[in-house]
């Protein structure tokens, strides 16, 4: 990542120091832009009156702003890069820097995976679900990739991008729609900021009239997300490296049976811990509340933990058979093969109880 090329917003947040006569302000960076932060806080230090303390934590999200802690340090400002407000306020004042990168990548590669994808779409609307359907023709046409019925009213190609990517968006939508297709950029609910915009746990901006995606940014962490979320075809341009590529339904279908393998892996278990997570933008305690009920419902126990950062170290060792995660969605997702115990989501628990059916669709568990 050519990290002199990401423009660093901190005009606004200096004024800002200014004009409130901060003295003492905390700079939280995501942790790929980490080697920059030094540079930052000099510049901040530089051009106002103010001391900065990094929050050296881990920082995947806006759902992870630094709150009562550095209040009690006696900082009076957070400042927050790289991520955009979201539905929740952390009671600290806080400034969302906004980081930008300057590359944009050729659009040709990317036309014929799009092309291909909107056949797809085109095949998925062209079926009618029809009065006597039976139930096996209608999971034969309308079964996507996440095997929900998925029928669509049109077959818009849906452009969205990570964050630092969103300005090319009304540019690209120009050239797509040059290149004949029909672009809209969804706009979706209150945790995302701007139009396009995407989040690991969110993907609001879905509607039945788009068809198929194309995501500019790199990775495959939103990518996936926004697959088993939707279940339609994704193609990937990486402004950083210029690829044109796409998510596999392969992938997504491996993903898929490692959850169904652990929904069968806790079908006996009888003690679960059920994870809170104590960032404000991943606190379910609500959710969390409702898998000890439909446990207890089901002559299971649950115990609710409540933590910051959520790790193998920190909670492999407690004697429960297995964990239910309300934190961030994609811990279960992306990382449980680094537990030693199984680790699902509420949706994931409740199929394995039998309060929801598999066949139904797998059910994305998105933080709204
Ligand atoms: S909850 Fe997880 S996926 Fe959502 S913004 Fe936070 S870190 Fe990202």
């Known amino acids: 990542m050519d990290l002199d090329r990401h423009d660093f917003q901190l005009d606004e947040l200096v004024q800002r120091i200014k004009s409130n006569d901060n003295r003492l302000v905390a700079l939280q960076v995501p942790e790929g832009l980490k080697m920059q932060a030094l540079e930052m806080m000099d510049k901040i230090e530089d051009d106002s009156d103010a001391k900065v303390i990094l929050a050296a934590d881990p920082c995947y999200g806006a759902c992870d702003l630094v709150h009562d802690k550095m209040r009690a340090m006696g900082v009076e400002l957070v400042a927050h890069m790289g991520h955009s407000q979201m539905n929740i306020d952390s009671g600290m004042p806080t400034q969302f820097i906004s980081v930008t990168y300057d590359g944009e990548p050729e659009i040709e590669g990317i036309l014929p995976i799009l092309r291909s994808h909107l056949s797809i779409a085109q095949s998925r609307i062209g079926a009618k679900i029809s009065a006597d359907l039976n139930e096996e023709d209608a999971h034969r046409i309308f079964l996507d990739a996440v095997g929900r019925f998925s029928p669509l009213k049109a077959t818009k190609l849906g452009l969205v991008g990570s964050i630092q990517h969103l300005h090319l968006l009304p540019k690209y939508k120009e050239m797509l729609e040059g290149a004949g297709f029909e672009v809209v950029i969804p706009t979706g609910g209150d945790r995302l900021t701007f139009p396009g915009q ?31 979320h939707t279940g339609k075809p994704l193609a990937l341009l990486d402004p950083y490296t210029g690829d044109s590529s796409e998510m596999s339904f392969g992938r997504i ?66 004697p429960v058979d297995a ?5 961030c969605p994609r811990i279960a997702i992306d990382d449980s093969v680094r537990y030693d115990k199984p680790l699902v989501t509420p949706y994931e628990l409740e199929v394995a109880l039998g309060e929801k059916k598999w066949e139904n669709g797998y059910q994305f568990d998105e933080i709204p």
Not at 199 to 211: K, P, Q
Not at 212 to 228: A, K, M, N, T, W
Not at 323 to 327: G, L, M, S, Y
């Open 198 to 228: 995407v989040l690991g746990c969110n993907y609001s901006g879905d509607n039945d009239e788009i068809g198929h995606y194309l995501f500019l940014g790199s990775g495959d962490f939103h990518p996936i997300g926004l697959v088993l």
């Open 323 to 327: 964990f239910v995660n309300t934190a």
């Open 253 to 318: 279908e491996r993903i898929l049976r490692q959850r169904f393998g652990l929904i069968m892996e806790i079908d006996n278990a009888k003690t679960f811990g059920i994870l809170i997570g104590e960032k404000p933008g991943q606190m379910r305690r609500n959710l969390a509340i409702r898998m000890k009920r439909v446990l207890e419902k089901h002559g299971r126990k649950g115990y609710l933990l409540a933590l910051d950062h959520v790790s193998p170290d920190l909670i492999d060792f407690y």
